[in-house]
């Protein structure tokens, strides 16, 4: 039990490394990042679980907005819950079985969940306008492109490390 | 090399296939919906406290949440010129001129939308 907390600090760092690493690129196109630490909360859904994939999260986004200074921001916010959202639909998802879905399909619905999540909280809480509604369109798009790109990583990784590791 | 190929599995192509229909018709909807905008409404925290026209070129300063914003209006498009929050992801959102496009800097609370002669609640979008 202890041998798996250690791996899942170990994840938390790696996701952090990969969340603070990516906001040092400029996004060419504003408010669309790739998302690159959601490979780490896919790989924590299939190895352990669902509690764990949201301790992870949680740490991570926690850790990062420390870093990136934009912790309890509406920023901090949006991501957390965005976070949250994704987690769970990509733990329905692996549920499902891996028979009808691949580590892509479920990082697209994980990133589709994401992205309407965090427009619905931000008209929600910060901007109570029906028009950015309208952006809906553009995240769907980013978020099949991003989803794809993330959950073939996250393929990628797993075909080569299988964790937990034994000891 | 892992092969996309032997990756994906049914349920992936129906998921990308129904995902991408949604994003094509979507698009092709608000496309359509897209027409010439006449005025700019400037919104700071859901209450609107500018109404301008597009036709005459101006610079006004906003108080949002964290500062002033200008706001430029010049040949009937709309740019955020000055913002005073950390992304400046609003600057980066550039122009916008047709009906129902928006600029919104979330920090400030501030929603910029242009609106047609109508000022119907369905315009249109785009970045």
């Known amino acids: ?167 | 090399m892992a092969k996309l190929k032997n990756i994906l599995k049914i349920g992936d192509l129906i998921l990308i296939g129904l995902l991408s229909l949604v994003i094509i018709v979507s698009f092709l909807t608000l496309h359509f919906l897209r027409i010439n905008g006449e005025f700019v409404s400037i919104y700071v925290e859901g209450n609107q406290i500018y109404r301008l026209s597009l036709k005459e070129d101006t610079e006004i300063k906003i108080n949002g949440i964290l500062g002033v914003t200008r706001i430029r209006v010049q040949k009937g498009s709309v740019t955020i010129v000055e913002a005073p929050c950390p992304n400046k992801i609003c600057k980066k959102m550039g122009k916008i001129s047709r009906s129902g496009e928006i600029l919104v800097c979330v920090p400030n609370r501030l929603v910029i939308r242009i609106t047609g002669k109508m000022d119907s609640e369905i315009d249109g979008i785009t970045m």
């Open chain 1, 1 to 167: 039990m202890s041998y798996r907390y250690i791996q899942m600090a170990f994840l938390v760092a790696v996701a952090s490394i990969l969340f603070t690493l990516e906001s040092l690129i400029p996004s060419p196109i504003p408010w669309i990042r790739l998302g690159l630490a959601n490979v780490v909360t896919l790989l924590a859904l299939k190895w352990w679980g669902m509690k764990e994939a949201l301790i992870i999260l949680i740490m991570r986004v926690i850790l990062g907005s420390l870093l990136s200074g934009k912790f309890l921001s509406p920023v901090f916010l949006i991501a957390i819950s965005g976070g949250i959202a994704s987690t769970l639909v990509m733990g329905m998802g692996l549920r499902l079985g891996e028979r009808i879905l691949s580590l892509i399909g479920i990082s697209i619905m994980g990133a589709v969940a994401k992205n309407v999540i965090q427009i619905l909280v931000t008209y929600f809480i910060y901007i109570r306008q029906i028009h950015i509604l309208y952006l809906l369109p553009i995240f769907l798009f980013s978020s099949l492109i991003t989803g794809s790109l993330i959950g073939f990583f996250a393929h990628l990784v797993q075909e080569r490390i299988s964790l937990p590791l034994s000891h």
